[in-house]
């Protein structure tokens, strides 16, 4: 009788199991390893030719133009990085530790900094992207009303403006994620540490970086690997505001947009290879897969316990 | 330490403290201005005429000029594409949670071999940049006969959103008291009884925060669309916006209204439920 009951049991499980699994294994695992799968064939259109080894990573790699394009994609997530690094969580974190303080109207300011995390990527394009707009966007109208003319420039038309202008976007629409993540790090520092180092120094900038900063290693370490993978990942912003080829001039490129382009095709050329695109993916996942693993296991070791 | 000591560090102590936290509240006031100003420009836009935007870009409008709402009514298929957002956003969450919830229970309440390596299997899950498997799963999607289909998105999205659910609630199911199960079990009641009469209500509140926490991005996602769906009836909002900026490019007063339609829904439900909001979208990152 116990026996008969155990299969019950177990059927009951299966039945509870089986559909999340399958639905997580064909629709995540299996494309995941079917993309490092396809990077070693030679495609055309959406049919699979002959196996090609490591053809398609020299070519991504090494070949011209390819290489430049890669490079340049790079080098753009890399800017972009750091600087959302500064402009997202640097600034995140001197939000959270003024919102920290309960001075009155917090609970309003934290509801204000975390609206525009809500909205969608693609509203906050377009919203931006009038506001750049050279002759009647509200950046230059502003710069013009306040006498600042000589700043007034087509923001996102020029090189030198471009991925800035988008940087500072993509700040505005996300800087409220580590502010309320910092947060909630300061409000789980105990009441105790705080009041006995409210005895041994009043120097406010000893208390950020000697106590504050250590204790909140925890969402610093989340809150870096996530705009990590994040910047690495970027595609609607730029999509929207640069444009499907990174215009101008390649200025706004990044990896996101030059994998889309070279596996799906562009307006201009039409061209689409899978084979490369493949490639790409396979290199832009390593790479991040590597670097968020060296980040988190190097910002876990300065982790506290508590 | 003398008392004159003592009155000085005390007087400074104030002095500093205000002199801090008015920095601190000048900070937030002009960050929450940053925050907002885009937003009311927005909304006052959209009910501004073209060439009253470019005049004054920052004058408060006539609320009752709703030319530009009408137009977007009558003239674009942006119904359209709220109605298909919420019909994929619905049925992916219902997916997500009612097979979330399956998955968690079973790893959360049964002792059985398997189970650490299958829970290990869907937090993998949660790590994976799916967006850069988008060529094979545009090829799976090809093949299941769902391109051009929203069943493909749902498909998506619930996969994506398993993870995450499956790990906040089991993590919630394991601290459920055992008692009332064990009750129910000695008055013979099935496993299935036991699970829908019992345990169900008692998880609700992981299931709003686990829904909170996928129903945003699902929401907002434009990527999956982008290259899924061609079909312009078959479109969600985010995906029909790039449709319909593109068509109305120099009528600035409809672009405006058309965006402040399509953030309309999110920012009246945040602004309802902010602290659920925070606390689902964050609940990844907090521990």
């Known amino acids: 009788m116990p026996q008969f009951r155990m299969t019950g049991r177990g059927l009951w499980i299966t039945v509870l199991i089986v559909p999340p699994l399958a639905f997580v294994a064909l629709f995540i695992v299996y494309p995941i390893i079917s993309a490092f799968a396809y990077a070693f064939f030679d495609w055309q259109g959406l049919k699979r030719l002959d196996f090609v080894g490591l053809e398609n990573f020299h070519t991504v790699l090494f070949v011209e133009p390819y290489r430049s394009w890669t490079i340049n994609a790079f080098k753009n997530n890399i800017i972009v990085f750091f600087a959302l690094m500064v402009l997202q969580n640097g600034l995140g974190f001197i939000l959270a530790y003024a919102l920290w303080r309960e001075l009155p109207g917090a609970r309003f300011h934290r509801i204000a900094v975390f609206l525009p995390v809500v909205l969608s990527?693609?509203?906050?394009?377009?919203?931006?992207?009038?506001?750049?707009?050279?002759?009647?966007?509200?950046?230059?109208?502003?710069?013009?009303?306040?006498?600042?003319?000589?700043?007034?420039?087509?923001?996102?038309?020029?090189?030198?403006?471009?991925?800035?202008?988008?940087?500072?976007?993509?700040?505005?629409?996300?800087?409220?994620f580590p502010t309320l993540v910092f947060l909630a790090g300061m409000?789980?520092?105990?009441?105790?540490?705080?009041?006995?180092?409210?005895?041994?120094?009043?120097?406010e900038w000893v208390k950020i970086t000697k106590v504050v900063w250590p204790l909140v290693a925890p969402s610093a370490t989340i809150v870096f690997t996530l705009l990590f993978v994040g910047a690495f990942n970027w595609f609607e912003l730029p999509y929207i505001m640069g444009g499907l080829d990174g215009s101008p001039f390649g200025s706004t490129d990044v990896l996101g947009l030059y994998f889309y382009r070279t596996a799906f095709g562009n307006v201009s050329s039409g061209q689409q290879d899978f084979g490369l695109g493949s490639a790409l993916a396979v290199l832009i996942f390593i790479f991040i897969a590597v670097i968020a693993a060296v980040i988190t296991t190097r910002l876990r070791a300065r982790e506290i316990q508590l | 330490m003398s008392a004159d000591a003592t009155n000085y560090y005390d007087r400074k102590g104030i002095l500093g403290a205000l002199g801090r936290d008015g920095l601190l509240q000048v900070i937030l006031i002009?960050?929450?201005?940053?925050?907002?100003?885009?937003?009311?420009?927005?909304?006052?836009?959209?009910?501004?005429?073209?060439?009253?935007?470019?005049?004054?870009?920052?004058?408060?409008?006539?609320?009752?000029?709703?030319?530009?709402?009408?137009?977007?009514?009558?003239?674009?298929?942006?119904?359209?594409?709220?109605?298909?957002?919420?019909?994929?956003?619905?049925?992916?969450?219902?997916?997500?949670?009612?097979?979330?919830?399956?998955?968690?229970?079973?790893?959360?309440?049964?002792?059985?071999?398997?189970?650490?390596?299958?829970?290990?299997?869907?937090?993998?899950?949660?790590?994976?940049?799916?967006?850069?498997?988008?060529i094979p799963l545009f090829m799976l999607m090809?093949?299941?006969?769902?391109?051009?289909?929203?069943?493909?998105?749902?498909?998506?999205?619930?996969?994506?959103?398993?993870?995450?659910?499956?790990?906040?609630?089991?993590?919630?199911?394991?601290?459920?008291?055992?008692?009332?199960?064990?009750?129910?079990?000695?008055?013979?009641?099935?496993?299935?009884?036991?699970?829908?009469?019992?345990?169900?209500?008692?998880?609700?509140?992981?299931?709003?925060?686990?829904?909170?926490?996928?129903?945003?991005?699902?929401?907002?996602?434009?990527?999956?669309?982008?290259?899924?769906?061609?079909?312009?009836?078959?479109?969600?909002?985010?995906?029909?916006?790039?449709?319909?900026?593109?068509?109305?490019?120099?009528d600035w007063g409809v672009l405006f209204s058309g965006l402040t339609l399509s953030a309309a829904p999110i920012i009246i439900i945040y602004i309802v439920l902010s602290r659920q909001f925070i606390a689902g979208m964050t609940s990844g990152a907090i521990k």
């Open chain 2, 142 to 250: 090809r093949d299941l006969s769902i391109l051009n289909n929203q069943l493909s998105l749902i498909f998506v999205y619930t996969a994506m959103g398993l993870p995450s659910t499956i790990f906040i609630m089991t993590g919630f199911i394991r601290t459920l008291p055992n008692e009332l199960e064990d009750a129910a079990r000695m008055d013979g009641a099935s496993e299935a009884r036991i699970m829908w009469s019992i345990m169900l209500p008692l998880v609700r509140p992981a299931m709003v925060i686990a829904g909170i926490q996928n129903v945003v991005p699902i929401w907002n996602d434009f990527f999956f669309p982008l290259v899924f769906i061609q079909n312009d009836n078959l479109k969600t909002l985010p995906q029909g916006l790039t449709t319909f900026m593109g068509e109305y490019t120099t």
């Open chain 1, 187 to 203: 409000q789980r520092i105990p009441s105790e540490i705080l009041d006995a180092v409210r005895m041994e120094t009043e120097s």
């Open chain 2, 30 to 134: 002009a960050n929450t201005i940053l925050m907002l100003a885009p937003i009311v420009i927005m909304v006052f836009s959209a009910f501004k005429t073209t060439p009253q935007i470019f005049q004054s870009p920052f004058g408060i409008p006539d609320f009752t000029q709703v030319q530009n709402f009408v137009k977007i009514w009558n003239e674009t298929n942006f119904l359209r594409y709220l109605l298909n957002s919420f019909v994929v956003t619905a049925a992916s969450m219902v997916l997500i949670l009612t097979l979330g919830t399956m998955a968690a229970y079973a790893l959360g309440r049964y002792a059985f071999s398997g189970a650490s390596f299958i829970l290990m299997f869907f937090i993998a899950g949660l790590t994976l940049p799916l967006k850069l498997a988008i």
């Open chain 1, 121 to 176: 990527t693609i509203i906050v394009a377009y919203l931006f992207k009038l506001f750049y707009h050279p002759l009647f966007g509200v950046v230059n109208v502003t710069l013009k009303n306040i006498g600042l003319d000589w700043l007034a420039q087509p923001w996102l038309g020029q090189s030198s403006t471009a991925l800035g202008s988008i940087i500072v976007a993509q700040a505005w629409h996300m800087v409220g």
